[in-house]
């Protein structure tokens, strides 16, 4: 039913209407992609994050990352206050992708404290080693599934996520790690 104010010489007018029905199905959540330029080779790239060189993320977290005790290998903690948990899930992924001796990817599983159990997302960083120069790849970053907010209720978990990934991880990769990466603009 419309409903009418009149206040001073305005008069507003609305509708009381019902709350939008959520879809059925499971919310796919929200994803964020990232485009860099790294000053290392893809494969010295995966070493770093698969932490078979793990000094350089180490460094980016201040000595704050170590293997979980609760589960298997591919299993990390950051934080003491286990802040987040990743999983590694490339079988190999030191093995270029489709025989490209260019191309390396590497599958993470991650979840941060705040979400849900079960709210495990999935990422995917493709290295492509640069064809002129030794040492240099560019990084395709992708991470889907990101809840919308977490289990307290904060909304905006994707932005987050975000700033966590340029400001900590390959800010940190850069200045912690010598290995530049620059983001590049989509």
Known sequence: QPFQVKFFDLKIQSHIMAAPKKKKGKNKGAKIELNYECLASGEMMIKIFTMKEDAFLKACFYGQIKKSTDSDDNTWIIGDDKSFTFKI??????KPI?????????KLKWIKKEWKDDQWTDIKLTFTDDEDIDKKCYLKFKQTGIPNEDKHGNPEQARLMEGFWTNSVFKGLT??????CTLKKK
């Not at 899930?89 to 030191?94: A, D, F, K, M, R």
């Open 89 to 94: 899930i490339s079988e190999s992924p030191l």
């Open 175 to 180: 200045q912690f790690g010598n290995i530049g």
């Open 98 to 106: 489709d025989d490209d001796p260019n191309e390396y990817e590497l």
